[in-house]
């Protein structure tokens, strides 16, 4: 299943590389493009978001009434999200696409001969002996990278114009620790996340302020169980935001540049998507407050 879709997404890559002739500009374009051709799926992921946050006070009183009886939990849970019109399941299908992405552009990036430039399979396991051979072959999970690096300049058939903006998006940065240039893209994909996350928790913090307001009639035990929950949610929130760069800091050290690329760009235009779905949709629910 990954590897056909890294094969598809391959065709796709290098035809924009034909075109531009630079894998950098490449990865860029088919970031874009498969941002476009997932927009509807964004959109409807976020207004699964929005209303799953306004059922969760009903899905409270639901848990709270039936803690001791699972049988009527599961059925009442279910059909509060009948009336809803809403699926438990929704969220699931975005998060399988994002995992398939994730896999088939590793799969991609790391063996770009096999699924990007389609080379025979033959070609390239004889160019692997060569380089063991020649003592050339770098002990690394990227053999494909090598053979590029190596064999490139000489053989068309397994050349790739790498260079970036003087970066070389061929670099393992954990095999290039010397080389400063192999920390810029990774370092970008950090700040990137760390700016999307705290979007992201500014977002879930303003929804939680409008029900707070909604809801200030409440008595104060409510409103203490409330605020408890609330910095749970925060607690959390913050422990991922000190996780996520880390563990994107260890992805990016160990795969080509060209994949934490994909990444950066990738988070760049989420946080765009993010943003202006937002906005689109908050003029949405005002129109239809004020009809």
């Given amino acids: 299943m990954i590897a056909f879709f890294a094969n598809l997404f391959g065709y796709i890559l290098n035809f924009i590389y034909d075109i ?4 950098g500009i490449a990865i860029i374009l088919f970031t874009i493009l498969l941002k476009i051709v997932l927009l509807p799926l964004t959109i409807k992921q976020q207004k699964t978001m929005r209303k799953t946050t306004k059922i969760q006070e009903k899905l409270k009183i639901i848990q709270f009434k039936y803690k001791n009886d699972p049988q ?3 059925q009442e849970t279910m059909a509060l999200y009948k009336r809803e019109n809403m699926s438990p399941f929704s969220g699931c299908l975005s998060a399988i696409v994002q995992i398939l992405l ?3 552009m590793f799969y991609l990036v790391s063996s770009p001969l096999t699924y990007m430039k389609k080379v025979d399979t033959d070609i390239i396991n004889g160019y692997k002996e060569e380089l063991q ?8 999970a990227y053999p494909e990278i090598n053979i590029i690096k190596e064999k490139g300049s000489t053989d068309e058939t397994v050349n790739l114009n790498m260079n970036f903006l003087g970066l070389d998006l061929s670099n393992v940065p954990s095999q290039n620790l010397t080389d400063p240039t ?6 970008l994909y950090v700040i990137s996340s760390v700016f999307s996350i705290k979007l992201s928790m500014n977002m879930t913090k303003k929804n939680k302020n409008e029900k707070a307001l909604e809801k200030a009639d409440n008595n104060e035990n ?13 607690s959390m929130n ?3 935001m000190i996780m996520m760069p880390i563990m994107s800091v260890i992805i990016s050290f160990i795969a080509p540049l060209g994949l934490a690329l994909y990444w950066l760009v990738n988070n760049v235009l989420m946080i765009i998507e993010r943003v202006a779905i937002t906005k689109i949709l908050d003029k949405k629910e005002e129109a239809k407050e004020n009809a």
């Fill in 20 to 23: 531009f002739q630079n894998y």
């Fill in 72 to 74: 009527m939990l599961n």
């Fill in 102 to 104: 994730l896999l088939a």
């Fill in 133 to 140: 051979l020649e003592e050339k072959a770098v002990a690394t």
């Fill in 182 to 187: 192999v920390y810029v893209i990774p370092l």
């Fill in 222 to 234: 409510n409103e203490n169980k409330e605020n408890t929950e609330l910095d749970a949610m925060e």
């Fill in 238 to 240: 913050k422990n991922m």
